[in-house]
């Protein structure tokens, strides 16, 4: 099994930054690839961001792109999102997530595991 724990949010200003991490315990965390995902009140949950085993390919949602940068540091067995330029727009529990064979991670698709959410409030 694989445990994911993410930290790092909370309430910030529009334009400003923040950087969550998701810390993964419990198998080799080079073994998954690892997305992120957001969900606010009444709203569906969204892809976010993918980064492969290796950290070589990433993508991301049209939203963010541009703003966010998703990162790993397997050594450190975690996992990152930077987000800059955040609007209020961007307010939601965000989740980390991970797959070890998904074929489509990069779409938001075959995750196995996830996180507990970390809350990420953007005033205006």
């Known amino acids: 099994q694989v445990q994911l724990v993410e930290s790092g949010g909370g309430l910030v200003q529009a334009g400003g930054s923040l950087r969550l991490s998701c810390a993964a315990s419990g198998r080799t965390f080079s073994s998954y690839a690892v997305g992120w995902f957001r969900q606010a009140p009444g709203k569906e949950r969204e892809f976010v961001a993918a980064i492969s085993w290796g950290g070589g390919s990433t993508y991301y949602a049209d939203s963010v792109k541009g703003r966010f940068t998703i990162s790993r540091d397997n050594a450190k067995n975690t996992g990152y999102l930077q987000m800059n330029s955040l609007k209020p727009e961007d307010t939601a529990v965000y989740y980390c997530?991970?797959?070890?064979?998904?074929?489509?991670?990069?779409?938001?698709?075959?995750?196995?595991?996830w996180g507990q959410g970390t809350q990420v409030t953007v005033s205006s």
């Open positions: 997530a991970a797959t070890f064979t998904s074929a489509t991670y990069y779409k938001g698709k075959g995750y196995d595991y």
